[in-house]
């Protein structure tokens, strides 16, 4: 005959067990009844379990993420702990300590690294000379009459008329810049065909530039 104690309660046709019962069965009952869930073999005469008494096996634990995919477990152990309040002195509490390998970041799709999401606190503190430059339009009312010129014979017509209109409204209509007016625009007009691919277009801007306009003498400016 054997020994076991009683782990949850079990009842039969002829008898009832309630937790914490020791009872005594054959050795065939104590040993498909002593599985460490039901019960456990005990010796001795104060049914304390005796050092030889079956014990559960227990498998590592499964760990799922909130997307649904398994973790990859690296480490587990089971450790004992104190039972919870109201809980039977009897009884032995264990909980699993986990250790898992959190998945990659997700590649793109040619199958480089995708770049962790930037903190906007970061994008604050940033060196501000790490930031884009940032270009300032010209303005003819910080320069002089040929540094406006001079300016103006290297863009196109609209950047051309910008810069005119600018000098014309708001800044001091300087007579050496208005009466060149409509040979910068001829010019800036003859560049933009240039850059569109016209030869003769070219040409022609270069010889503005050179001449003043055209001439036979290059024009002699005075500012």
């Given at each position: 005959m054997a020994?076991?104690?009683?782990?949850?309660?079990?009842?039969?046709?002829d008898?009832?067990?309630?937790?914490?019962?020791?009872?005594?069965?054959?050795?065939?009952k104590?040993?498909?009844?002593?599985d460490?869930?039901?019960?456990?073999l005990?010796?001795?005469?104060d049914?304390?379990?005796g050092?030889?008494?079956?014990?559960?096996?227990h498998l590592?634990?499964?760990?799922?993420?909130?997307d649904?995919?398994?973790l990859?477990?690296v480490d587990?152990t089971?450790?004992?702990a104190?039972?919870?309040e109201?809980?039977e002195d009897?009884?032995?509490?264990?909980?699993w300590?986990v250790?898992v390998?959190?998945p990659?970041?997700?590649?793109?799709?040619?199958?480089?690294?995708?770049?962790?999401p930037?903190?906007?606190?970061?994008?604050?503190?940033e060196?501000?000379?790490?930031?884009?430059?940032?270009?300032?339009?010209f303005?003819?009312?910080?320069?002089?009459?040929k540094?406006?010129?001079?300016?103006?014979?290297?863009?196109?017509e609209?950047?051309?008329?910008?810069?005119?209109?600018?000098?014309?409204?708001?800044g001091?209509n300087?007579?050496?810049i208005?009466?060149?007016r409509?040979?910068v625009l001829?010019?800036?007009r003859?560049r933009?065909?240039?850059?569109?691919?016209?030869?003769?277009?070219?040409?022609?801007?270069?010889d503005?530039?050179?001449g003043?306009?055209?001439?036979?003498?290059?024009?002699t400016?005075?500012?």
């Open positions: 020994r076991i104690r009683v782990l949850e309660a079990i009842a039969g046709a008898f009832s067990w309630a937790p914490g019962d020791v009872v005594e069965v054959s050795e065939e104590a040993a498909a009844w002593a460490g869930h039901r019960a456990v005990v010796d001795g005469e049914g304390v379990p050092e030889a008494t079956a014990s559960a096996s590592p634990p499964v760990v799922v993420g909130e649904g995919w398994e990859e477990v587990a089971l450790e004992e104190e039972p919870p109201g809980a009897w009884q032995q509490w264990v909980r300590s250790t390998r959190l990659a970041a997700a590649a793109s799709a040619d199958g480089d690294q995708a770049p962790a930037s903190d906007p606190a970061d994008l604050e503190n060196d501000p000379e790490q930031e884009a430059e940032v270009t300032t339009p303005d003819p009312r910080e320069h002089t009459n540094e406006v010129l001079a300016y103006l014979d290297t863009v196109g609209q950047e051309a008329l910008r810069v005119l209109e600018v000098e014309a409204t708001e001091e300087r007579a050496g208005a009466k060149m409509d040979q001829e010019a800036a003859l933009d065909q240039a850059e569109g691919g016209s030869q003769l277009g070219a040409e022609k801007a270069a503005y530039s050179r003043g306009g055209g001439a036979e003498t290059p024009e400016r005075s500012w």
